[in-house]
């Protein structure tokens, strides 16, 4: 009887999920889960270090274990919306770059406190909602220009992998040169670098979850050596949403101000194209695409992400968004939602286990390889800018070098906005420009007279 209900459950699943039709088996698909997990869950010890009180933030940061529970549940509720409803072999999580922006551009660059930044994440969310289930989001997707997209993933890669130098000593402040090289001879920094060293040699060797066991091997290593402490236990249960459940809805009124809409803008901005990117990245990989290249069910897709966003913000967590790790899973076999599923459920499983987390949260030089690392993937897009056209490389780099020189992506979004229309015009291809494209010089040139006042 046991026998009967497992194989009815199975064909039953096999059937929504469209498992067999796409190809695939439901040992594959748990498999891909499996990876797709492994890959990507170096972000339960990487956010909390950058969004927590216990890092860079201090005391202007969000409790360290609040910040470990929420994400776990945001990776798991946007993950599972994302593998139920739309059926992607897709996984979710707050994204690396994101949590950068709202934690050193936000929190710390504009001095707005973490309960409006949560409130500013959650209304990008909704408005996401808005233009993922609407005809909007493809006249918004056709008013942006490829190069301009390609140049703000790549900027965020930049900054990404800047604050993880800055993190890992291996850059540091100089009154002289405004940045010089660290002091090799200080044991985090050798710690950081060991760390950088054999995640990289773990990602060209193409070991899925190479970001996970550098880190892994890094922690080891702090340990031996004295530099990281050993975890007061392995399992514990999930704490700390006391400090940040509801705080995005509360400090809702705090939203609304000129400040918050360039906030609000650039994490919508930013969320929406990353996110498209990746559906359209892995769906391809997966070969889930239809036969005119477009992506089926992309309205559930784009709501999904949107949905994980509104659910890690009230939950307490930076935005949420497809990770381009999900191709680790795709390349095993995955091909379905119940690739999502099953990553889901390591990540409620991982939810329990925050005293090892925390002990690699607390210790830059353990997370900043990571973040190093994850810069450099993002920054590939560089590769495919058009350098040969000054109307679109100058915008670009402007995007590009700005994030990290300014320490804010949303001051580089804003001056490649700026410029981008300008050299249309100037080589006199401004029927090119959409009009959208001017709405935002105006904004972005309201936002930096904001600044200076």
Known sequence: MVTDVLSRT?????????????????????????????????????????????????????????????????????????????????????GM???????????????????????????????????????????????????????????????VAFLGLKNAGIVVNSDATLVTLGDFTKGTTLLALFGLVVTVVFLVIGWHGAVLYGIVLTAAVGVVSGLVDLPHGVVAMPRGLEH??????????????????????????????????????????????????????????????????????????????AYVESTAGVSAGGRTGMTAVTTAGWFLIAMFCYPIFAVVAGSSAITAPALIVVGVLMARALGEIDWNRLEYSIPAFVTVIMMPLTYSIANGLAMGMLFYPIVMTAKGRVKEVHPAMWALLVMFLGYFFFLAE
């Open 10 to 94: 199975r064909g039953r699943l096999d059937t929504y999920f469209g498992i067999s039709s796409n190809g695939s088996t439901m040992k594959r698909e748990l498999m891909a889960g499996t990876i797709t997990f492994l890959a990507m869950s170096y972000v339960l010890a990487v956010n909390p270090s950058v969004l927590g009180d216990q890092g860079a933030l201090g005391a202007k940061g969000i409790p360290m274990q609040a910040v470990f529970t929420a994400t776990a549940i945001a990776a798991v509720f946007g993950t599972l919306v994302m593998g139920i409803w739309a059926r992607y072999p897709i996984a979710l999580a707050p």
């Open 97 to 159: 770059g994101l949590n950068a922006f709202f934690a050193y551009s936000v929190v710390l660059g504009m001095g707005i406190p973490w309960q409006a930044a949560l409130s500013g994440t959650f209304l990008s969310g909704v408005i996401f909602f808005v233009l993922a289930i609407t005809k909007v989001r493809e006249r918004i997707l056709d008013a942006i220009p490829m190069q301009m997209k390609l140049a703000v993933g790549a900027g965020i890669g930049m900054f």
């Open 244 to 321: 940040t459940f509801g705080q995005a809805i509360i400090h809702l009124p705090d939203a609304f101000t000129g400040q918050m809409a360039v906030v609000i803008l650039t994490m919508l901005f930013v969320d929406f194209f990353d996110c498209s990117g990746t559906l359209i990245g892995v769906a391809n990989q997966a070969g889930l695409l239809d036969k005119d290249g477009k992506l089926p069910r992309a309205a559930s897709a784009l709501a999904a992400d949107s949905v994980g966003t509104m659910a890690g913000a009230v939950i307490g967590t930076s935005t949420t968004t």
